[in-house]
């Protein structure tokens, strides 16, 4: 049997509205048992009355009941007449109590926007103001017209009015030589997949516009097949990868194919020539180029290698591709020639550089020919003609061998 002490002890100083977490509740069993000197921590002797009021009958621990549940859950602010006599507020407890009330509460829902503060200004929807032509078409060959949205009149300069569902067909934009192209593409696509192609259209103004068209094959509530689909403006994109395109295999100088060009030329002429070996070439470069830049400036040289390729591009228009390969040296493949055929056409491009003055300049060029008849190496031959043309006095065509 514990040992029943009927001396009341001095309350603690802990006010039971504030709430107590478990750990301070066991704190406060602590000071209640160290007030017991005599008292052992494993077998001690129990008081009969809680140790924080002073009454009650204590069954387990230094707290009767009542005290034990306000101390845990706290009574409401205005319950001042159940707390026991002698209890003080702590400074800890106040500041317990300030921070709790600093607490700030999360903030309501806010209520959902109006459907019409949903909607974009002017009551367009949703649909009429995506980047690009949202259209709906037939399924057949010529894609015939069902919707399409107000920025087709960006793209063809035509207003969605004029697109009649059941008559109007968007194959008619395509321009003529995209034409085929499309009409495979949508051919080979499988009836689920989506389409996917960029091509021209033509805009009524008499321009062309490049459309990145992207469509999907679906079906309504009757089990009629449609084409949903965006045209999306890319002709600044288009222009300008043509623009890099166009770069990367021509001099922008003269605007004559560059060497890279020509190699590839060369690669496609070798392989179709064959057995045939019916290709020539012709190397030309400017006489004196050097001294028409020290005594006259850059830009005059620039002027005379501008002329230069602009005349022998016209001298061997129609049987030959021109190409400037670096500096004041230009080359002519032939297909079809043997070699005195090209001596012939190399000769009429030389007489057509010197027949007048070239910015304002007398400019001549010399001229090595070479056929494949002679050897695989059919440019490195063509050079070897070339310095003995400039060994025996310059303006001049001379064959190899």
Same mark, same amino acid.
């Given at each position: 049997m514990p040992i029943r002490v009927e001396k009341h002890h001095q309350p603690l100083s802990r006010h039971p509205e504030d709430p107590l977490d478990d750990y301070a509740l066991k704190r406060l069993e602590r000071e209640a048992?160290?007030?017991?000197?005599?008292?052992?921590?494993?077998?001690?002797?129990r008081t009969? !009355?809680?140790?924080?009021?002073?009454?009650?009958?204590?069954?387990?621990?230094?707290?009767?009941?009542?005290c034990r549940a306000r101390l845990l859950g706290g009574p409401p602010d205005d319950a001042q007449a159940d707390v026991p006599a002698g209890i !003080?507020?702590?400074?800890?407890?106040?500041?317990?109590?300030?921070?709790?009330?600093s607490v700030i509460a999360p903030a309501p829902p806010q209520a959902a926007p109006p459907a019409s503060?949903?909607?974009?200004?002017g009551g367009m929807s949703l649909i009429q103001n995506v980047p690009g032509a949202i259209y709906r078409c037939l399924t057949d060959q010529a894609r015939t017209v069902v919707f399409v949205t107000h920025q087709i009149r960006s793209l063809t300069g035509r207003s969605p009015s004029e697109f009649r569902p059941g008559s109007s067909r968007l194959l008619s934009l395509v321009h003529p030589d995209d034409v085929a192209a499309v009409t495979a593409g949508l051919a080979?696509?499988?009836?689920?997949?989506p389409f996917?192609?960029?091509?021209?259209?033509?805009h009524a103004d008499g321009s062309v516009r490049w459309v990145h068209d992207r469509a999907q094959t679906v079906c309504d509530a009757e089990n009629r097949r449609f084409m949903d689909g965006v045209l999306m403006d890319v002709t600044d994109r288009r222009v300008a990868q043509?623009?890099?395109?166009?770069?990367?295999?021509?001099? !922008?100088?003269?605007?004559?194919?560059?060497?890279?060009?020509?190699?590839?030329?060369?690669?496609?002429?070798?392989?179709?020539?064959?057995?045939?070996?019916?290709?020539?070439?012709a190397v030309f470069d400017i006489d004196n180029f050097k001294a028409i830049n020290d005594q006259h400036?850059?830009?005059r040289g620039d002027a005379a290698l501008i002329e230069v390729g602009r005349r022998l591009r016209i001298a061997f228009e129609g049987c030959g591709f021109v190409a400037r390969t670096g500096g004041e040296e230009f080359i002519a493949l032939l297909p079809n020639h043997n070699l005195a055929q090209a001596v012939v056409a190399a000769e009429l491009a030389r007489r057509a550089v010197e027949e007048s003055p070239v910015a304002e300049l007398a400019v001549c060029v010399s001229g090595g020919v070479s056929c494949l008849e002679a050897g695989d190496d059919l440019v490195g031959n063509a050079d070897t003609a070339l310095y003995r043309a400039k060994r025996e006095g310059r303006n001049r065509v001379v064959a190899f061998p």
């Open positions: 048992r160290a007030r017991h000197a005599g008292t052992s921590r494993a077998g001690a002797a009969s !009355v809680c140790e924080l009021c002073g009454q009650g009958d204590v069954r387990w621990g230094s707290m009767c009941q009542d !003080v507020r702590t400074p800890k407890s106040r500041a317990r109590r300030r921070r709790e009330r503060a949903a909607q974009p200004a080979a696509t499988p009836e689920c997949a996917e192609a960029e091509y021209r259209v033509l043509d623009e890099m395109a166009w770069l990367a295999q021509h001099d !922008v100088l003269t605007g004559l194919p560059n060497r890279r060009a020509f190699g590839e030329r060369l690669a496609e002429e070798m392989t179709a020539a064959g057995h045939r070996r019916n290709l020539a070439a400036g850059h830009e």
